[in-house]
């Protein structure tokens, strides 16, 4: 079921958003070549915790961690580790923070040191691919426009749109309705409504969008292990649009 939220619960989506955009900001100086991911999870745990905070990620379904961290060809779910970040990496960072009953989520890649030209451009372009996604986002479109801008942006530049995988609503559980995927039709899917909360999350791929699942039955990969980028934000519907919940536009990724 989709929930319009009220004044107050959007209050409180705004205060767990901005947990995850500080918590991004906090642990960016950190992500550079030699930290073991376990680190930088440990990291992001106090730090959540220390804002009054929970980790929205850690049990949820059993999910053992705060964050999870993606790395090169992982495209989401990846288990903090002793795995050592290496100069060239692109790393995923996905973070969720629980506010007084209300969840915040926001995921973000990250360059460590300096990475080739074409995981430049995987990165470049999925960050504008949720730009571009968001910008369809107003009462009266549908759920739908925003896939299919998405879609079309990726395909225009050659990325591959992994389609198992799609955004949600955001409320008292992290995951709520309505699915958002990253591909679609136009004026098709649920009509989007002043007072909806959804993350819209784009997760695009340098090569074929086929992909695994670990072992651990978390992890998913690409099955030919092409690089992939994930960016993602919870937003809410306004009267004229939308406004971002996780990040306050005063910094980006370099």
């Known amino acids: 079921m989709i929930t319009i939220k009220s004044k107050r619960e959007i209050e409180l989506l ?113 960050e504008k691919s949720l730009f571009v996604g968001l910008s369809q986002i107003k009462p009266g479109n549908r759920v739908g426009d925003i896939g299919y801008a998405i879609e079309q942006y990726a395909k225009e530049h050659n990325l591959g749109v992994i389609k198992e995988l799609c955004g949600h609503g955001v409320g008292t559980s992290v995951h709520e309705d309505p699915e958002v995927p990253n591909y679609g039709t136009k004026n098709t899917g649920p009509r989007l409504k002043e007072g909806m909360v959804i993350a819209v999350e784009p997760m695009l791929t340098l090569g074929s969008p086929r992909i695994f699942i670990h072992d651990n039955d978390w992890t998913i990969d690409t099955a030919d292990g092409r690089p992939s980028a994930h960016f993602e934000h919870t937003v809410v519907v306004t009267a004229d649009g939308y406004k971002i919940l996780t990040d306050t536009g005063e910094w980006k990724d370099g």
């Open 14 to 126: 705004s205060i767990a958003g901005n947990i995850v955009y500080q918590t991004h900001k906090y642990l960016k100086p950190y992500i550079k070549e030699g930290i073991k991911t376990i680190e930088l999870d440990k990291l992001a745990e106090n730090f959540i915790r220390s804002k009054d905070a929970t980790p929205s990620f850690k049990g949820y379904e059993g999910f053992p961690y705060t964050l999870c961290i993606s790395i090169n060809s992982e495209v989401v779910h990846g288990f903090p580790s002793d795995r050592v970040l290496k100069n060239g990496d692109i790393v995923s960072i996905d973070i969720g923070a629980c506010y007084k009953g209300y969840h915040g989520d926001s995921a973000w890649t990250y360059k460590v040191g300096e990475v080739d030209e074409e995981k430049a451009f995987l990165l470049e372009h999925t």
